[in-house]
T-cell receptor
Framework: KNEVEQSPQNLTAQEGEFITINCSYS?????LHWLQQHPGGGIVSLFM???GKKKHGRLIATINIQEKHSSLHITASHPRDSAVYIC????????????FGGGTRVLVKP | EAQVTQNPRYLITVTGKKLTVTCSQN?????MSWYRQDPGLGLRQIYY???????DKGDVPEGYKVSRKEKRNFPLILESPSPNQTSLYFC????????????????FGPGTRLTVL
């Protein structure tokens, strides 16, 4: 079983819809990252969380440490949000290694 | 412009021929890391470095070497490449290092697509 699980694996939305991507992990962590990988392959770091909630533009990331769960929300989705979204965790017992989820492929249709 | 650069961007080589993929950042970041990305397996960490002369293994270090002689550079060395090292490689860096790791988001390089025949 993977230490980091994302759901759904694929998601299709209409422009303007609210999107939620989930990340669950099974180990103690010191931080969780959300990354965005564009269709061209480039990776952008969106958020790093250790508690609570962060917001940047139309993106909101939350984390519940007790439930070992994080969500990434996209409000008023746009076709340019089409990308793969990847969750990664820094495992406490593993120093500063990062372990990644399998990614969620998001397609936003106009 | 703040950036992480990788060279080469594309490389086709043959089994056993030593190669180096360079990574350089101009942001004075302490933390640098190498990842590989494979279909169905996602991103996996190869090696990381918390600062100059400090390196540690990630999840898949076998077949790779790294060095961190200068803060800005973190080359990935494949001494004897094999076909199972065909992959997309990313270098990343971040700043504001604490005992529990980077406290800010990572900046990623553009990726190096390596094919080993």
């Amino acid at each position: 079983k993977n230490e980091v699980e994302q759901s759904p694996q694929n998601l299709t939305a209409q422009e303007g819809e609210f999107i939620t991507i989930n990340c669950s992990y099974s180990v103690g962590i010191s931080a969780l990252h959300w990354l965005q990988q564009h269709p061209g392959g480039g990776i952008v770091s969106l958020f790093m969380l250790s508690s609570g909630k962060k917001k940047h533009g139309r993106l909101i990331a939350t984390i519940n440490i007790q439930e070992k769960h994080s969500s990434l929300h996209i409000t008023a989705s746009h076709p340019r949000d089409s990308a793969v979204y990847i969750c990664a965790v820094r495992i406490k017992a593993a120093g500063n290694k990062l372990t990644f989820g399998g990614g969620t492929r998001v397609l936003v249709k106009p | 412009e703040a950036q992480v650069t990788q060279n080469p961007r594309y490389l086709i080589t043959v089994t056993g021929k030593k190669l180096t993929v360079t990574c350089s950042q101009n942001m004075n970041h302490e933390y640098m890391s190498w990842y590989r990305q494979d279909p169905g397996l996602g991103l996996r960490q190869i090696y990381y470095s918390m600062n100059v002369e400090v390196t540690d293994k990630g999840d898949v270090p076998e077949g790779y070497k790294v060095s961190r002689k200068e803060k800005r550079n973190f080359p990935l060395i494949l001494e004897s490449p094999s076909p199972n090292q065909t992959s997309l490689y990313f270098c990343a860096s971040s700043s504001y290092l604490t005992a529990s790791g980077p406290k800010v988001e990572q900046f990623f390089g553009p990726g190096t697509r390596l094919t080993v025949l």
